[in-house]
């Protein structure tokens, strides 16, 4: 098992212990994302946008998303499953309670995701 499949398998406890306690489903927000940030070949801009939760109708075709510095407090369960080309997902600065897991056919994403983590740091090399 390579580093990246224990940091998956990891996350995969984490996320269940966090679904066991009993925390709220996560929500959208009930507003197309191109109303409320700055979409622009095919990237989402939503950085600094005070947004409580993730807009709804983000292009599945999309490469960049940027939710930095938000309010956003948890990320809907298999939401991003469908975003195949996505290889850049920011979350940081915002209020997430549980950690989120990308499918593991977004294994670019995946790695970007782990790179920038504490928890299981990869090489660079």
């Not at 915002?94 to 990869?122: D, G, H, R, W, Y």
Request: glycine residues 2%; contains cysteine.
């Amino acid at each position: 098992m390579d580093i990246l499949q224990l940091c998956y398998a990891l996350m995969v406890a984490i996320t269940a212990i966090c679904v066991a306690s009993g925390n709220n489903p996560c929500r959208l927000l009930d507003s197309n994302v191109c109303e409320v940030c700055i979409c622009a070949s095919r990237n989402v801009d939503c950085s600094n946008r005070s947004l409580t939760a993730i807009p709804s109708y983000i292009p599945n075709d999309t490469y960049i998303i940027n939710l930095e510095n938000n309010g956003i407090s948890c990320i809907p369960k298999d939401y991003f499953r469908y975003f195949a080309v996505l290889f850049k997902l920011t979350i940081e600065m915002n209020s997430v309670t549980e950690p989120f897991i990308p499918p593991t056919s977004m294994k670019k994403l995946l790695a970007s995701i782990l790179a920038q983590s504490a928890l299981c740091p990869l090489d660079r090399a």
